[in-house]
Each structure stands twice: as structure tokens, then as C-alpha cells.
């Protein structure tokens, strides 16, 4: 980091701005830039301006792992932050230990990432699935679970965990697929979510504009309970017939 004392801080942040994830990655790039000129308006941190060095990373990994290097050796940031997909943070992290940065990721995550640079803010599956899928079993009586998932790290883990819940809690897995991150015509998977086969449920790993698809199409298809674990926040939902006539 520079010495001054008033030399501005560094900030690089990397999102997916365009490409699949662009519904996160822009609105990722707009609090980046509010917090910044809000901090800035306050007198900086520690007396220090912020600079925002802002990037796209297209919701590819190459180009992530390219514009990580561009902000750690070439734009001398003091920290980075950013990254959605799990295998983005990944190609992110190279550059930034390679350079000896300070990485932020703040996205729920699957977990085991260990290193003295690297910050994850995030919860790990074990947060989130120890209390939800007692909690969506006592509400709804929920037994049997399907799980419709993006094509991705996160959803393997957070599966892995769902299944080891589920069991313990006399619950099993009925079915496990995963789809391209972009995909969104879910009327063909949501079939197996019968009226016929009460007492189970989906749970969802899917970026928000795919769980919107999902849900849309599991309303017209099954009485179901429902739940998503969404790419932001975990958001438990419960729905009946009874509730969807609403």
C-alpha cells in the first residue's frame, strides 16, 4: 500500500457486468460506486480518498483471472473485491496472491478456502442448510427432495450438504440436476414436482433470474413447498395451492 498518508486508497473491484450473471454484476458495480462516493463524501477512510478501479469480468474466468492481474500489477490497487461464481473467486485469487493483495469475496459460497490474503464474508452450506432443511420438513412435512441446480461449484457442494440433512432428518433425495447458468425454460423438469407425489419439495441453486424461471413454472406445475437458497441471500419460501391463489 503507498505510504503517504493521504494518497488515495486503491479499490479494485471485479464483476460480471455483462454475460449470464450481468443481472448481479451491474447492480454489483452500482453499489461499488455509491458506497465510494458516499465514503468519499464523508472525508475518505482514515483521511484517505478511495479510488474505484472498475472492471468486467463478461461472467467468464479468464477474463476474471485477466483483469485481476491488470487492477494487482498494473494498477497497484490496495484491495479487491468481487467475484459471484466460485471457480470466478478462483481465478481472481492467482493474481492477487501472486501480487500479495488483500481479496474480499463477499458471496455465499461452498466453503474450504483458506488463505491469509483472501476474506470471505459470505455463509458457508452449513449455515444455511442445518437450519433450513429442518425447518422446511417441520413447517411442510417435506420428505422427499428434488434439487434443480445451476452448472457450477456451489450447487455440488450445497447439494452434498442437502443430502447429508435431509437424511438425518428421515428425508431423502429424489433427484439432482444441474443446467448451463443461463438456462431458463424449466417446464419439463418441474413435471417431476407431481400433485400425486405429496410431501416434497425443490430446492432451488440458481441465480435469480433462472429461480424466477423455476418458479414460475413449478406454481402452474405442483402444490409443492419450495425453497431457494438465491445467488444473494437464503430466502425460505412455503407455498401452497392455498398461498399461490393469493
Same mark, same amino acid.
Given at each position: 500500500?503507498?505510504?503517504?498518508?493521504?494518497?488515495?486508497?486503491?479499490?479494485?473491484?471485479?464483476?460480471?457486468?455483462?454475460?449470464?450473471?450481468?443481472?448481479?454484476?451491474?447492480?454489483? @458495480?452500482?453499489?461499488?460506486?455509491?458506497?465510494?462516493?458516499?465514503?468519499? #463524501?464523508?472525508?475518505?477512510?482514515?483521511?484517505?480518498?478511495?479510488?474505484?478501479?472498475?472492471?468486467?469480468?463478461?461472467?467468464?474466468?479468464?477474463?476474471? &483471472?485477466?483483469?485481476?492481474?491488470?487492477?494487482?500489477?498494473?494498477?497497484?490497487?490496495?484491495?479487491?473485491?468481487?467475484?459471484?461464481?466460485?471457480?470466478?473467486?478462483? @481465478?481472481?485469487?492467482?493474481?492477487?496472491?501472486?501480487?500479495?493483495?488483500?481479496?474480499?469475496?463477499?458471496?455465499?459460497?461452498?466453503?474450504? &478456502?483458506?488463505?491469509?490474503?483472501?476474506?470471505?464474508?459470505?455463509?458457508?452450506?452449513?449455515?444455511?442448510?442445518?437450519?433450513?432443511?429442518?425447518?422446511?420438513?417441520?413447517?411442510?412435512?417435506?420428505?422427499?427432495?428434488?434439487?434443480?441446480?445451476? &452448472?457450477?461449484?456451489?450447487?455440488?457442494?450445497?447439494?452434498?450438504?442437502?443430502?447429508? @440433512?435431509?437424511?438425518?432428518?428421515?428425508?431423502?433425495?429424489?433427484?439432482? &440436476?444441474?443446467?448451463?447458468?443461463?438456462?431458463?425454460?424449466?417446464?419439463?423438469? #418441474?413435471?417431476?414436482?407431481?400433485?400425486?407425489?405429496?410431501?416434497?419439495?425443490?430446492?432451488?441453486?440458481?441465480?435469480?433470474?433462472?429461480?424466477? #424461471?423455476?418458479?414460475?413454472?413449478?406454481?402452474? +406445475?405442483?402444490?409443492? +413447498?419450495? @425453497?431457494?437458497?438465491?445467488?444473494?441471500?437464503?430466502?425460505?419460501?412455503? %407455498?401452497? %395451492?392455498?398461498?399461490?391463489?393469493?
Amino acid at each position: 500500500m503507498n505510504s503517504s498518508s493521504t494518497a488515495a486508497i486503491r479499490v479494485g473491484v471485479i464483476t460480471d457486468v455483462t454475460g449470464p450473471l450481468s443481472l448481479l454484476g451491474v447492480a454489483n @458495480a452500482n453499489i461499488a460506486k455509491m458506497v465510494i462516493d458516499d465514503i468519499n #463524501s464523508k472525508g475518505g477512510l482514515l483521511g484517505r480518498p478511495l479510488n474505484l478501479h472498475l472492471e468486467d469480468s463478461a461472467t467468464t474466468d479468464s477474463v476474471a &483471472e485477466a483483469k485481476s492481474r491488470k487492477l494487482v500489477l498494473e494498477e497497484k490497487v490496495d484491495v479487491l473485491l468481487g467475484g459471484i461464481y466460485s471457480s470466478t473467486r478462483q @481465478a481472481i485469487k492467482g493474481p492477487v496472491v501472486e501480487g500479495k493483495k488483500l481479496y474480499l469475496y463477499p458471496e455465499q459460497y461452498e466453503g474450504q &478456502e483458506c488463505h491469509p490474503l483472501i476474506f470471505c464474508t459470505g455463509p458457508v452450506p452449513a449455515q444455511q442448510v442445518e437450519s433450513l432443511i429442518p425447518w422446511l420438513m417441520q413447517k411442510t412435512g417435506a420428505k422427499k427432495f428434488y434439487c434443480p441446480s445451476a &452448472e457450477y461449484i456451489w450447487p455440488h457442494i450445497m447439494n452434498k450438504k442437502l443430502r447429508e @440433512a435431509a437424511a438425518a432428518h428421515g428425508g431423502s433425495i429424489v433427484g439432482e &440436476e444441474y443446467f448451463p447458468i443461463d438456462h431458463t425454460d424449466y417446464a419439463v423438469p #418441474s413435471r417431476k414436482l407431481s400433485p400425486a407425489a405429496p410431501k416434497s419439495s425443490s430446492i432451488r441453486s440458481f441465480p435469480r433470474g433462472s429461480r424466477r #424461471s423455476w418458479s414460475n413454472c413449478t406454481i402452474r +406445475a405442483s402444490p409443492s +413447498a419450495a @425453497a431457494s437458497w438465491s445467488a444473494r441471500t437464503l430466502k425460505r419460501t412455503c %407455498s401452497d %395451492s392455498s398461498q399461490r391463489s393469493r
